[in-house]
C-alpha cells in the first residue's frame, strides 16, 4: 500500500530510499518469487530502489516481488507479493524463467533461488509515471520505472539477468 516518504529514513547519500532488507537468516539459499511488470508502452518496468552503502555506487534495483513461504508454491507467492507490496493484483502470471543470485548486502552473503515471473497488473496506474512510495513489512520503499532499454543505467539490476528477461518480452 501506498505511503508518504519517510520523514528520516538511513543515513546513506539518499537516505530516503535506504531500504534495509528484513533480517532473515541467510545461512542458507532462500526462495524469491519476482515480477517484470511493464508500463503500459511496454518501456519500463516496475523496480524497487535499494540502497547499501557499502557499495559504489552504494544504489540499485531489484524486480517487487519476495519470499516464497513454506508449503507455497512461487506463483503463489508472486502473487501474494504484489498483492502485499502494490496493493493490486497480479494477473496472467506466467514464468519466465529461474535465475540464481549469489550475492553481498551490506556485508553479508547471500544466495537466492529466483522465479521470475511475468504479468499485468489488475490496476496498471497504481505505480504513478515518476514512481511512488508504498509499504513491505510497515517499511517504506519506492516503486520505480526502469527502462527495459537499460545499457547506459548507473545502478545494477538484481537478480542478475533479469534485465535480459525483460528485453526478451518487448
Keep these: ?19 534495509r532488507m528484513i533480517p532473515e537468516d ?21 523496480v524497487i530502489r535499494w540502497t547499501d552503502a557499502s557499495k559504489d555506487p552504494p544504489d540499485f534495483h531489484r524486480l517487487v516481488g519476495g519470499s516464497v513461504e513454506l508449503g507455497e508454491r512461487s506463483v503463489d507467492a508472486v502473487v501474494r507479493e504484489i498483492g502485499e507490496e502494490l496493493g493490486t493484483t497480479l494477473l496472467a502470471p506466467r514464468l519466465l524463467g529461474v535465475l540464481e543470485n549469489v550475492f553481498v548486502f551490506e556485508g553479508e552473503s547471500g544466495h537466492e533461488i529466483v522465479f521470475v515471473y511475468a504479468g499485468e ?8 509515471p515518476g514512481g511512488g512510495w508504498f509499504q513491505d513489512n510497515g517499511e517504506p520503499m519506492f516503486v520505480e520505472w526502469r527502462a527495459v532499454e537499460d545499457s547506459g543505467h548507473l545502478w545494477p539490476l538484481y537478480p542478475g539477468g533479469v534485465g535480459d528477461l525483460a528485453r526478451s518480452l518487448v
Excluded: W
Design 1 to 19: 500500500s501506498r505511503v508518504p516518504p519517510p520523514a528520516e529514513h538511513g543515513t546513506g547519500p539518499h537516505p530516503a530510499y535506504d531500504r
Design 26 to 46: 541467510r545461512s542458507y539459499i532462500r526462495t524469491k518469487a519476482m515480477a517484470i511488470l511493464f508500463n503500459a508502452a511496454r518501456t519500463h518496468h516496475a
Design 121 to 128: 497488473l489488475a490496476d496498471p496506474d497504481v505505480i504513478p
